[in-house]
């Protein structure tokens, strides 16, 4: 009779996760909001989880809170071109202009969607005695009128050990 009982009170939790321990009601708010994306795998953290999924020839990764309320989803770029127009147009007349370009990600949340792009300074010419300067890489995150909103320098910093 225990065994039974205990059977009656955990099939209803372990309905509620899915293979991957995620709970119904985040797969569910995904599967709405993204009906026709593949989910390659999901992340689990301290404040929600992450679907590392394809559409079409779009990867991207949303994340969902433990209640399955939408947090964000960060769609990454392959190619400079894939930029929205607005965006370029904005970062081709910024200081940054001639940077080459080696990252893009779009970021939609509830509160709007921006645009971060990774850039570095390898398109500037050197001559031959100072082809070891280092080059440097910045974060620049734009809102998608075009606005430059963020600058932040990420280059690696050489520690040298002694």
Not at 30 to 42: D, N, S
Not at 140 to 153: C, R, S
């Amino acid at each position: 009779m225990i065994i039974a009982l205990m059977i009656t009170f955990t099939i209803p939790v372990l309905a509620q996760k899915t293979d991957n321990n995620i709970p119904s009601n985040v797969t569910a708010s995904f599967a709405t909001k993204y009906p026709k994306a593949e989910v390659k795998k999901w992340d689990v953290a301290d404040d929600g989880y992450t679907a590392k999924a394809k559409e079409g020839s779009h990867k991207y990764f949303a994340t969902f809170d433990k209640y399955g309320n939408w947090v964000k989803t960060v769609t990454k770029h392959n190619w400079s071109w894939d930029i929205d127009p607005v965006v370029k147009k904005a970062f081709r007349k910024s200081k940054y202009g001639y940077w080459h370009v080696y990252a893009v990600a779009v970021i939609d949340s509830p509160t709007g969607q921006i645009c971060q792009v990774m850039v570095n300074d390898t398109n500037h010419p050197v001559d031959a005695l100072h082809q070891d300067i280092l080059s440097k890489e910045h974060l620049l995150v734009f809102k998608m009128n075009g606005e430059l909103v963020e600058e932040k320098d990420i280059t690696p910093s050489l520690q040298v050990k002694g």
